[in-house]
């Protein structure tokens, strides 16, 4: 089956950049991500981490 796919593929002009701006998408969210959290205040990770033991 992945042999179809890459036959396909293969057809499009300028396929090779997909990959590469999925990659730059990834590690941008992760980035971000990890930004995010690390300046996250203590009292708002307490706060967080409870969520699921609440009613």
Same mark, same amino acid.
């Given at each position: 089956?992945?042999? +179809?796919?890459?036959? %396909?593929?293969? &057809?499009? *002009?300028?396929v090779a950049i997909y990959p590469m701006i999925s990659l730059i998408t990834f590690f941008? @969210? +992760? @980035? @971000?991500?990890?930004?995010? @959290?690390?300046?996250?205040?203590? &009292? !708002?990770? !307490?706060?967080?981490? %409870?969520?699921?033991?609440? *009613?």
């Amino acid at each position: 089956m992945l042999r +179809f796919i890459k036959h %396909n593929l293969e &057809s499009i *002009d300028g396929v090779a950049i997909y990959p590469m701006i999925s990659l730059i998408t990834f590690f941008t @969210v +992760f @980035v @971000v991500m990890l930004i995010i @959290v690390l300046r996250m205040k203590k &009292s !708002k990770i !307490k706060e967080i981490e %409870n969520l699921p033991l609440e *009613d």
